[in-house]
Antibody
Framework: EVQLVESGGGLIQPGGSLRLSCAAS????????MSWVRQAPGKGLEWVSV???????YYADSVKGRFTISRDNSKNTLFLQMNSLRAEDTAVYYC????????????????WGQGTLLTVSS | EIVMTQSPATLSVSPGERATLSCRAS??????LAWYQQKPGQAPRLLIY???TRATGIPARFSGSGSGTEFTLTISSLQSEDFAVYYC?????????FGQGTKVEIK
């Protein structure tokens, strides 16, 4: 059974740093495309970052230069290092497995974790 | 980036009735469109991908159609567990983008 379990969220002051973790089971993180998607309170979904099985990474413009996605293959875990945090980064952060079908250049998300809440506030 | 617009924002439907949700893309996304269901306090759940393919375990009352810029999610006979927020997502152009959601509520 595929499972994704996020952790690491919390209350942090603006300008601070935090690292989110996403422990996966039932599949191998390093063999898949893995993403972070966030949802601000009462709002819609926003894609944040992806790491391909090759290790190539991409970021939304809103977090580029501040967030870093990575993985630990030995622990089958995905991470999101978040620096220079802003109030607008407040959201539930989900890790999700991305699937690419046929000739699609990008992916949809077939498995999601339960999310971890980040609150950026003084 | 491609803007996904969902309508209506809220849909009031009686159990057993049909629900039709719309999603429009600001430019063509071919058939690279997914639909998700999200209940309060839960993560989104994949319903449909490639515009019309049901994900594993999704009941047949959920169906998707469309291509290019106009897409539809139809729930043929609403069950109590179907009242939720539904999001569309395009994965044809970087970055992947989501619609703002349609809330399906009990009439």
């Amino acid at each position: 059974e595929v499972q994704l379990v996020e952790s690491g969220g919390g209350l942090i002051q603006p300008g601070g740093s935090l690292r989110l973790s996403c422990a996966a089971s039932g599949f191998t993180v390093s063999s898949n495309y893995m993403s972070w998607v966030r949802q601000a309170p009462g709002k819609g979904l926003e894609w944040v970052s992806v790491i391909y099985n090759s290790g190539t990474t991409y970021y939304a413009d809103s977090v580029k230069g501040r967030f870093t996605i990575s993985r630990d293959n030995s622990k089958n875990t995905l991470f999101l290092q978040m620096n220079s945090l802003r109030a607008e980064d407040t959201a539930v952060y989900y890790c999700a497995r991305a699937r690419y079908s046929g000739n699609a250049p990008l992916g949809y998300f077939d498995y999601w974790g339960q999310g971890t809440l980040l609150t950026v506030s003084s | 980036e491609i803007v996904m617009t969902q309508s209506p924002a809220t849909l009031s439907v009686s159990p057993g009735e049909r629900a039709t949700l719309s999603c429009r893309a600001s430019q063509s996304v071919s058939s690279h469109l997914a639909w998700y269901q999200q209940k309060p306090g839960q993560a989104p759940r994949l319903l449909i991908y490639d515009a019309s393919t049901r994900a594993t375990g999704i009941p047949a009352r959920f169906s998707g159609s469309g291509s290019g810029t106009e897409f539809t999610l139809t729930i043929s006979s609403l069950q109590s567990e179907d009242f939720a927020v539904y999001y569309c997502q395009q994965y044809n152009n970087w970055p992947e983008t989501f619609g703002q959601g349609t809330k399906v509520e009990i009439k």
